[in-house]
């Protein structure tokens, strides 16, 4: 008989979880209190780099760039399988002025193309995805591959004391059961690990974004200043993006944050002066210390796997935390 995965949380984290089981065979059940990607994983700008690479440390930068060198093959294969296109997208970056002097020499020493012009720092290689677009796709792909999606169906924090999980109950009184569950909940895994096992240090950060709609792309590179940045979209959408709020579940877009980040993205290109924003939204990041994922099996149950905390590169990094996870379950005693 195959192997049983329960999943908690179909965000890029979760859904790529079950892609990478399902094609090893697994009988991959997926669960989302609400529909899959619909939380931080579609609010996000889509960029596939950390975005200042030299402010990280090296475990950091490592786990990003292998997560991000997955995506032309990945979204290869779900353009080919279901016809949606995640818009991989190779563009590449510029860094406007107060870069860090540090930046060239750091790119040439880790082998990472940079060009400098006109006091501007441009990364050739840097990619994007169209985030509702590849969760579209990596929905579809799951469906097609047999994986069993229960949208709308929110799991309860667990109640086992530690051990080994046998069932996992949701509000609306089903249990799911399985040899193997992977807690993938974004910004709202803690809470999910209930009161009696061991808290993990992850917590929700707010993002807010604006988009644009230009009448034809005026750019095409991701620009950035001053942790803000505009990605242009094949279509002449633009997002500008982010902020970082440290307040709890509240998802409120406010008009302080629009009236500035509009400010920042008039001020980075002249083509948003007029342009009408389409819309403004936030999501929560699942924030963690030194902005270090959790992956591994929790201390207190034998058979929960935590992948978890990616804060702000968690669409770069899901394909390769999702090999990393899988790697530990099949490898486990
Ligand atoms: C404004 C903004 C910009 C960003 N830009 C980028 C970027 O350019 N590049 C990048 O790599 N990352 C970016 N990020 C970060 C990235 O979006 C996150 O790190 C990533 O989405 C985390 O994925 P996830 O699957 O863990 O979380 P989520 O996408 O939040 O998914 C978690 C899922 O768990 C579900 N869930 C929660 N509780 C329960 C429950 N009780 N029962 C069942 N399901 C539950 C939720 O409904 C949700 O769908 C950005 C984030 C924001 C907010």
């Known amino acids: 008989m195959k192997p049983t995965i329960t999943i908690i949380g179909a965000g890029a984290v979760g859904c790529l979880t079950a892609l990478t089981f399902a094609k090893h065979g697994w009988n991959v059940t997926l669960i989302d209190k609400n529909r899959l990607g619909g939380e931080a994983s579609w609010a996000g700008g889509g960029i596939l780099f950390p975005l200042l690479p030299w402010n990280y440390p090296d475990e950091i930068n490592d786990f990003a760039f292998a997560g991000a060198s997955r995506y032309a093959a990945l979204c ?51 990619a994007q995805a169209r985030n509702p677009r590849l969760l579209a796709a990596l929905k579809a792909r799951l469906l097609a591959l047999g994986v069993t999606l229960h949208e709308h169906t929110e799991l309860l924090p667990l109640q086992n004391e530690a051990g080994r999980i046998t069932a996992w109950q949701s509000k609306d009184g089903r249990s ?17 690990l209930g009161k009696s096992a061991a808290a993990i240090p992850v917590k929700p950060m707010r993002g807010q974004m604006l988009l644009y709609k230009l009448s034809s792309p005026a750019f095409t590179e ?12 094949r279509d002449g959408h633009v997002l500008a993006g982010s902020t970082i709020e440290d307040v709890g579940y509240d998802k409120s877009a406010t008009p302080e944050a629009a009236a500035n980040l509009a400010r920042k993205a008039a001020a980075l290109h002249p083509a948003l002066k007029n342009a009408p924003i389409l819309q403004h939204w936030s999501g929560l990041r ?32 899901a394909p390769v935390s999702a090999e990393r996870v899988f790697g530990m379950v099949t490898t486990a005693g």
């Open 222 to 233: 991701i620009l950035y200043r001053e942790d803000f940045y505009l990605v242009p979209r």
């Open 286 to 317: 699942p924030g963690s210390p030194g902005n270090i994922p959790l992956i591994n099996r929790h201390a207190g149950f034998d058979n929960l796997y935590l992948n978890t905390g990616h804060f702000r590169y968690g669409v770069t990094m």
């Open 76 to 126: 290869d294969e779900l353009r080919e399988a279901t016809g949606i296109d995640p818009e991989y997208n190779v563009c590449g970056m510029r860094i406007f002025p107060e870069f860090d002097a540090r930046a060239p020499a750091w790119c040439a020493a880790r082998g990472i193309p940079a060009e400098l012009h006109n006091e501007t720092l441009f990364l050739p290689q840097v």
């Open 176 to 192: 799911f059961g399985a040899d193997i569950y992977v807690l993938a909940a974004g910004a709202w895994s803690a809470p999910l």
